[in-house]
Structures are given as structure tokens and as C-alpha cells.
């Protein structure tokens, strides 16, 4: 296993223990983000009382969107760490794991590996919408599925496409 890359994995670990306020700076901006998106969806499908519902919703919403992210993050690091401690040198690691780490962009597979992640986790955002988190709030289920349709599309975490190399480069 490289220790350039396995750095670039504990660092972001490390920047979370030594700045905890980092956390809930991300989890605010997933929050503002998700009822922005969620009042917006509402007001174009034209659900009523937008305010009362989203206020209703937002929890389960915000929830749905936390564990999806999970989701896809565990799936994000099951590719890259297992094959890393199984076998140091192989394609996979050297092919898909160190780019995935560092620069998606810079490999083919390891692009398409970031996009099945990414796009489990849009799956995993629009199943919880639907089906659990607006339930409660929007009885028309063809409304609630362009509404969980919606906040797949707007707040799936396209940030994971960025390369890590940026952060480091300050």
C-alpha cells in the first residue's frame, strides 16, 4: 500500500478531529441546502402549505439524505480500501483506488466506480424521499415522487467528483 494514499484517506479523518466544528458546518450546509431544495420542489409541484409541510418533512428529509450519503460513502470505501489491504499492487488499487483518492478525472475506471457511487447514492436519496421521509406530508404519491425526484437530483453529493489533490494544494 502506498503511504502517499493512505494519507490522503487518515487526512480528512484527522482535518475532522482536529477541527470538529467541521462537522457541523457540513452538517448545517446539508441542512440549508436540503430545505431549500425541499421548500423549492414543493413550491413548483405546488403542494400546499409549503411552510408547514416542509417544516414537517425536513427532519426525515435531512435524515434520508445523511444516510444515503453513508451509503455511497461506504461503498466509495469498500472499493478503494479492501482491494488496498488485499492486495497492495494490483490494477484495481493502482487503476481505481489511488485516482479515486486523489483525481477521479485522471482514470477511466475509477470516473465510472465514482459515478456508481454517486449514483447509488441518488437512488438511495429518492428511495427514503419517496417511500419514508414525505409520507407523512404529501399524500399524492406521483407529487411526493417528483418532489424525492427533485431532491435526488439537487442534493446528491456531486462534490465527490472533485480531486482531493485541490485540498492539498493549499
Known amino acids: 500500500m502506498h503511504s502517499r494514499c493512505l494519507y490522503n484517506v487518515l487526512l480528512p479523518l484527522w482535518l475532522l478531529l482536529v477541527f470538529p466544528q467541521l462537522w457541523g458546518i457540513s452538517l448545517l450546509l446539508s441542512f440549508v441546502v436540503d430545505i431549500l431544495v425541499l421548500a423549492a420542489a414543493m413550491k413548483y409541484y405546488a403542494v ?21 450519503d453513508l451509503i455511497g460513502l ?7 480500501m479492501l482491494p488496498m489491504i ?19 478525472w485522471v482514470s477511466m475506471p475509477a470516473l465510472l466506480y465514482m459515478t ?25 404519491e406521483e407529487q411526493r415522487k417528483r418532489i424525492a425526484r427533485a431532491m435526488a437530483v439537487f442534493t446528491t453529493p456531486y462534490l465527490f467528483y472533485l480531486p482531493t489533490t485541490w485540498l492539498y494544494a493549499w
Open 86 to 104: 488485499v492486495a497492495a499492487e494490483s490494477w484495481w488499487v493502482t487503476t481505481v483506488c489511488e485516482p479515486l483518492m486523489m483525481n477521479p
Open 116 to 140: 456508481v457511487c454517486i449514483g447509488v447514492t441518488a437512488v438511495a436519496i429518492y428511495q427514503f424521499n419517496s417511500r419514508w421521509a414525505l409520507c407523512r406530508v404529501v399524500e399524492d
Open 48 to 68: 400546499g402549505e409549503i411552510r408547514r409541510n416542509a417544516r414537517r418533512s425536513i427532519l426525515r428529509v435531512w435524515i434520508s439524505g445523511l444516510v444515503a
Open 74 to 80: 461506504t461503498l466509495l470505501w469498500v472499493g478503494v
